[in-house]
């Protein structure tokens, strides 16, 4: 069982920064590859960046690709969002997810569907 927990959502202009972190809990956060994924009013849930157990490899959506940077450090159970350049349309509800990792490129850890444990999300909104 994992619980994860979002922070570091809030209110930017756009072209603006922001990072977000999700905190693990548990012993065994460097079994699970991570993802970060948002929804916005009205929309499904989207893929936008995740990372494999060791950190090794990244993939990120097309849309934040260069904006965007996922990291994580095993050792704080905490995974990150490095949020550049942000634009009215990256307003959402960021959440970050776990599941176990079995592959080690991240490429596979593209859908959501995929994913066993989920935080409660946090609010970006940028502003224009």
């Known amino acids: 069982q994992v619980q994860l927990v979002e922070s570091g959502g809030g209110l930017v202009q756009a072209g603006g920064s922001l990072r977000l972190s999700c905190a693990a809990s548990g012993r065994t956060f460097s079994s699970y590859a991570m993802g970060w994924f948002r929804q916005a009013p009205g929309k499904e849930r989207e893929f936008v960046a995740a990372i494999s157990r060791n950190g090794g490899s990244t993939t990120y959506a097309d849309s934040v690709k260069d904006r965007f940077t996922i990291s994580r450090d095993n050792a704080k159970n905490t995974v990150y969002l490095q949020m550049n350049s942000l634009k009215p349309e990256d307003t959402a509800v960021y959440f970050c997810?776990?599941?176990?990792?079995?592959?080690?490129?991240?490429?596979?850890?593209?859908?959501?569907?995929?994913?066993?444990?989920w935080g409660q999300g946090t609010q970006v909104t940028v502003s224009s």
């Open positions: 997810a776990a599941r176990v990792g079995l592959y080690t490129s991240s490429t596979y850890y593209t859908s959501g569907t995929d994913y066993a444990y």
